[in-house]
């Protein structure tokens, strides 16, 4: 096992990673064990002394590599997230459409810069609509199978009953309706890559099928007693919590284990908003486009609630409204051209007294009032903007305000002044 990438920084990272997946496998292989004859204790000793060196070795690497960080980080400036993505972008990072430039989203795009290069499992986590399904073609756009296959499974979406076949694949007459031999996704996927999306919602029988797979980079079709090595880099996705799907006993650990080597989460849009005026904006070309239209304008209370929102159904649930917004709109999409299941109950216009959220449904009495508060701020603020066509200079003179003060309440609430300068 190739343990040090000499000379190259993300060493000592991806050999824990191949450590970890090394003790997985044999911890893995000791538990499907019914009985261990000699030659194989044997074995499992020697793979176990070779871990111990390597740990070994790679503990007074990484000492080393720590020593010379530790000094490194106190000279080098922390990078700025427009920074980071620059980077990335210099270092021929695929993004393959996935943009923002949040610090967590960063995070999880360095992860996959540096685990797509290898053959490591990767589990990516997140909400419905936060891109896993995305960040499962960087990974494999930036490793080296980029031009061998990406076939993408839905684990939730195949019956039990044809689960087996799906995946491995048959043999002609295996079963009724088995007309001819029939190759299953993992053999597709042979030398590139596969995704198994929403591996939360395998049964356990699937799950003990795929964690023997894992194992032994061999499959069977089903009726079919001949082995096939099968060479696929795994990426899988779930929006459920796996930790707590194994406490309840419908995930196995050690199939957790095996996939989750490098685990990536990506972060929902309300923990992002700051990538909402980016999304709205590139959606809202990209509709347009689609449509044959012009980019749809958007009244500023309905920008300011876009921007409020907290999608339950993250980018995905952003992109539909937008491409809503420009069917539905004409030259300009407000509050009304919103789905009705999150339009505002009462349409207010501007200057009418905010509704106050009432407490029960889960909302505190303390949180009531905050919202209430703040729908009266972004209520007064709108309308002094309106009044003065969107001067901001001019508006805290007339408030007798600190100008940068009145600018951080409109970035609280994303307000933009240039919204208010023309008739829209
Ligand atoms: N950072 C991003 N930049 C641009 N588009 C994105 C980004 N993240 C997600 N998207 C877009 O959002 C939509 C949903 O993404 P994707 O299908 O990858 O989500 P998902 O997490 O797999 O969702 P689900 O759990 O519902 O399957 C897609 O149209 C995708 O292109
Ligand atoms: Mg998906």
Redesign the pocket.
């Known amino acids: 096992m190739k343990l040090f990438n000499p000379g190259g920084e993300r060493g000592s990272a991806m050999s824990y990673a191949a450590l970890l997946e090394k003790i997985e496998i044999m911890r893995s292989t000791l538990r499907w064990a019914t009985r261990i004859e000699r030659p194989d204790i044997e074995k499992l000793l020697r793979q176990a002394n070779t871990l111990r060196d390597e740990v070994m070795q790679l503990s007074h690497k990484e000492r080393f590599v720590q020593a010379v960080g530790a000094g490194a980080a106190d000279a080098a400036p922390a990078l700025s997230t427009g920074e980071r993505r620059q980077a990335l972008l210099a270092r021929s990072f695929v993004f393959e459409?996935?943009?923002?430039d949040n610090p967590r989203?960063l995070d999880a795009l360095e992860i996959a810069e540096k685990a797509a290069p290898t053959d490591l499992p990767v589990l990516v986590d997140?909400?419905?609509?936060?891109?896993?399904?995305?960040?499962a073609k960087v990974i494999h756009a930036n490793g080296a199978r980029a031009d061998k296959p990406y076939i993408s499974v839905n684990c939730g979406a195949i019956p039990d009953s044809l689960l087996e076949s799906e995946l491995f694949g048959h043999k002609k007459g295996a079963f009724t309706g088995a007309a001819n031999d029939r190759k299953g996704k993992f053999e597709s996927a042979h030398k590139g890559t596969i995704f198994l999306?929403e591996i939360g919602e395998l049964p356990l029988p699937g799950q003990v099928k795929l964690l023997r797979v894992l194992q032994s980079h061999e499959i069977q079709r089903v009726g079919s007693d001949e082995t096939i090595a099968v060479d696929a880099r795994i990426v899988a996705?779930t929006?459920k919590n796996l930790r707590r799907l194994i406490g309840e006993g419908t995930f196995r650990e050690d199939l957790f284990y095996r996939l989750s080597v490098i685990h990536v989460t990506?972060p929902p849009l309300r923990e992002r908003k700051d990538e909402i005026p980016l999304?709205i904006a590139?959606y809202g070309d990209e509709a347009a486009e689609a449509l044959k239209r012009r980019p749809v304008a958007l009244t500023p209370r309905l920008r300011s609630f876009l921007l409020r929102y907290a999608y339950p159904g993250?980018?995905?649930e952003l992109?539909n409204i937008l491409y809503r917004l420009s069917c539905l709109a004409g030259d300009t999409a407000d509050l009304a051209h919103l789905p009705e299941d999150i339009r505002p109950s009462t349409v207010r216009t501007p200057g009418t007294p905010a509704a106050p959220a009432a407490p029960g449904n889960g909302v505190s009495l303390a949180d009531a009032k905050r919202a209430a508060s703040d729908e009266a701020e972004r209520d007064c603020l709108e309308r002094g903007l309106q009044e003065v066509g969107g001067t901001v200079a001019e508006l805290a003179r007339r408030w007798d305000m600190n100008r940068s003060h009145l600018q951080i309440l409109l970035k609280k609430h994303g307000l933009h002044s240039k919204d208010f300068r023309k008739e829209r």
Request: neutral net charge; charged residues 25%; proline residues 0%.
């Open positions: 459409g996935t943009f923002g989203l997140g909400e419905s609509g936060t891109g896993k399904e995305l960040m999306d996705a929006n990506l999304l590139y993250n980018i995905r992109r």
